[in-house]
T-cell receptor, first 113, second 113 residues
């Protein structure tokens, strides 16, 4: 059973461009969570999704950020018109239906130049 | 103010020695407390999960304790190895939601030969 997959592992974008981060949960997992980790800081919750539903997006910035988890395919975190402050590591985690444990992917490191 | 505080911020220990990391939290009510290990450039990996009714839980050379009355937890590493060099993160799961995780900033442990 492959772990949580994230791609790309590293992403460089210029200010104003769009960033798309992908997350494939573990097989059998229907819950996906996105977190952001700024340098020297702890992980911060962004959004919790189930298939085709956003359950909790209380940690998402109100503008430029969106997330989806379609019926087929990976979950996508989309950042429009990136700014330097968006530079961070973005981690995805998935959990099985009981939601007791979250399994983290390796992260995508976004650098905005 | 972060609801999960960890100390020390960083720690250097000699290979073979023991160490103890501390976590104080104000999250309430909480359903469980977790300790994760995060290697540099990787996603967090779960070490232990404890509910409020559990006092201690071990995973190999890692032993976590929990005092729900004082809202304190510790992680003890026995006979440290070079591979223990990592960030150790205390995470509390909130009860009054779907189990949203609140992360501490982590303790950076460096084991030297």
């Amino acid at each position: 059973n492959a772990g949580v997959m994230q791609n790309p592992r590293h992403l460089v974008r210029r200010r104003g461009q769009e960033a798309r981060l992908r997350c494939s949960p573990m097989k059998g997992h229907s819950h996906v969570y996105w977190y952001r980790q700024l340098p020297e800081e702890g992980l911060k919750f962004m959004v919790y999704l189930q298939k085709e539903n956003i359950i909790d997006e209380s940690g998402m910035p109100k503008e430029r950020f969106s997330a989806e988890f379609p019926k087929e395919g990976p979950s996508i975190l989309r950042i429009q018109q990136v700014v330097r402050g968006d530079s961070a590591a973005y981690f995805c985690a998935s959990s099985p239906p009981d939601r007791v444990e979250q399994y983290f992917g390796p992260g995508t490191r976004l650098t905005v130049t | 103010k972060n609801q999960v505080e960890q100390s020390p911020q960083s720690l250097i220990i000699l290979e073979g020695k023991n160490c103890t990391l501390q976590c104080n939290y104000t999250v309430s009510p909480f359903s469980n407390l977790r300790w994760y290990k995060q290697d540099t450039g990787r996603g967090p990996v779960s070490l232990t999960i404890m509910t409020f009714s559990e006092n201690t839980k071990s995973n190999g050379r890692y032993t976590a304790t929990l005092d729900a009355d004082t809202k304190q937890s510790s992680l003890h590493i026995t006979a440290s190895q070079l591979s223990d060099s990592a960030s150790y993160i205390c995470v509390v799961s909130v009860t009054d939601s779907w189990g949203k995780l609140q992360f501490g900033a982590g303790t950076q442990v460096v084991v030297t030969p």
